[in-house]
């Protein structure tokens, strides 16, 4: 089972445009007596940092560190950005145009759907390159990976100048590019081009030998080691200038907005190269987060939460880490799903167990399973149990249908366990009186309900350890 990832140590510089997503949301009801358009009555206004913004905060989503460095205009939506920079965990280093106005993208959008986009924007002084090269290399000692991030508004003129740099200290450079000939990004590790991006420079693809070819030139060409095409619902084609092709699947999600897509999987290549994951590995996790990525409305980042779940699966998965565990159940509470709890040792786990889970799950959406660790099964049943060693028992328990997450304790009961998660619901075996429960306290002061199901008469470890000594020689 995958253990909960971390992206801690992680060190990224994002270098490119920089702009601010400002969103404007309300009801609409009515069409405007001027033109056949709709009235949004706006109700909400919502800003987030965009553009290679939009790849920063993705990066400190995961938990990484990140530096952004870009071009802002010396206004009021410039300074907004350097506020956005601070909230979401991004060491901003900006260079401030004097006179000019800071890129701004306006979505109008009315029951989860855009209307319109609205775009203020001026091009970066090609001087301004020069400087953000200069600030590159002041802080390039200092990270693991480089991101350039081009959205064509003129902030990486210098980008071969950037990328030699990165190069020269063996830094591995990520590229999502805006460019017409990939000219600019020569010497760059991964270039991450969607379809449309990918086509523009090498011509239509009648299929995915076209593809690969056209890819494998391409990168050679330009001195690029990998070219990662990422396909929408067809997946990703990683491209290597030399070596095989590797393809990945999409992620079965329900798309609700494909916007920042792209940034989260520059972002979570990026992130994985920093901790030393090989390339295969750190696209699918990018495959991964994209998949997320486009259930939310928005350039929205992907957490290592999120991811971790990702991976391991939604309810239902059986996950046995522990803190994933709790980060799923977290997150199913906050979805309001109804979650069931209970414990036991589970040691020799046999048909009155698997009745009682079975029972158990009924009462919720969801149901945890705490197990005892083997000291404490040692503690409580004495030195020859368990019979069965906790990973054992935790997989035998996840491998049940009724069962969406197993996590251990070190205690002699749950108590602490039950009081963090809360459940809506604990129960016991029909063995066990209320006010004998151990978390029952705990949860009915938070509003929950504690039961005591039905026994099974005649089903134990302890009867079938019995049982199992009269055949012994």
């Known amino acids: 089972m995958a253990s909960s990832l971390s992206f801690a140590n992680a060190r990224v510089l994002v270098v490119g445009d920089i702009m601010l ?18 009235i949004v009555a706006v109700a909400g206004i919502d800003e987030r940092l965009g553009g290679a913004g939009n790849v920063a905060a993705n990066v400190a989503a995961l938990g990484a560190n990140v530096t952004l460095i870009g071009v802002c205009g010396d206004d009021a939506e410039g300074q907004t950005l350097v506020e956005l920079c601070k909230s979401n965990n991004v060491q901003s280093e900006f260079v401030v145009a004097l006179g000019q106005s800071t890129t701004v993208k306006l979505r109008v959008l009315s029951r989860h759907q855009q209307l319109i ?21 002041q802080i390039l000692d200092r990270v693991d990976v480089l991101v350039l991030s081009d959205y064509a508004k003129g902030a990486l003129t210098q980008a071969r100048e950037i990328i030699s740099l990165a190069s020269r200290r063996n830094i591995p450079v990520v590229v999502d590019p805006k460019s017409s000939t990939f000219l600019e990004y020569q010497g760059a590790d991964v270039v991450t081009p969607n379809m449309l991006e990918f086509e523009t420079v090498v011509g239509k693809c009648a299929d995915h030998g076209d593809v690969v070819a056209k890819g494998r030139r391409l990168a050679q060409e330009r001195e690029i080691g ?11 084609i990683l491209v290597p200038g030399v070596g095989d092709p590797i393809d990945i699947a ?3 999600h329900d798309v609700f907005d494909v916007t920042g897509a792209g940034d989260t ?32 409305l928005g350039a929205a980042a992907v957490s290592a939460h999120e991811l971790s779940a990702a991976l391991v699966g939604p309810i239902g998965s059986s996950a046995t880490d522990h803190d994933l565990v709790l980060a799923q159940i977290k997150d199913a509470q906050r979805e309001g799903k109804r979650l069931v709890m209970t414990n036991g040792c589970f040691d020799l786990l046999h048909a009155g167990h698997v009745a009682f889970l079975e029972e158990a799950a009924a009462h919720g959406d969801a149901l945890i399973v705490a197990v005892n660790s083997d000291a404490s099964v040692t503690r409580l049943k004495g030195e020859t149990r368990p019979v069965m060693p906790l990973s054992q028992r935790l997989r035998l328990l996840s491998a049940l249908k009724a069962v969406d997450w197993v996590i251990s304790f070190d205690e002699d009961t749950p108590r602490e366990l039950v009081a963090e998660i809360l459940p809506d619901v604990l129960v016991k075996g029909g063995d066990y009186k209320i006010e004998e429960i151990a978390g029952g306290n705990e949860v009915m002061q938070n509003g929950g309900q504690v039961k005591s199901l039905k026994f099974h008469d005649g089903l134990s470890t302890t009867a079938l350890l ?8």
């Open 226 to 236: 990998a070219l990662l095409v990422t396909r929408g619902e067809h997946g990703m």
């Open 117 to 137: 986009r609205l775009d203020f924007e001026s091009v970066v002084r090609p001087s301004l390159g020069e400087d953000i090269a200069a600030r590159c290399e």
């Open 466 to 473: 019995d049982r199992l000594g009269e055949f012994a020689p």
């Open 21 to 38: 997503d400002r969103y404007w949301t309300g009801p609409t009801t009515r069409v405007s007596p001027e033109a056949p358009v709709p």
């Open 250 to 252: 999409a992620q079965a």
């Open 265 to 296: 999987v520059c972002a979570v290549v990026a992130a994985g190269l920093a901790c030393g994951k090989p390339l295969g590995e750190a696209i699918e996790l990018a495959n991964a987060a994209a998949g997320i990525a486009v259930t939310k």
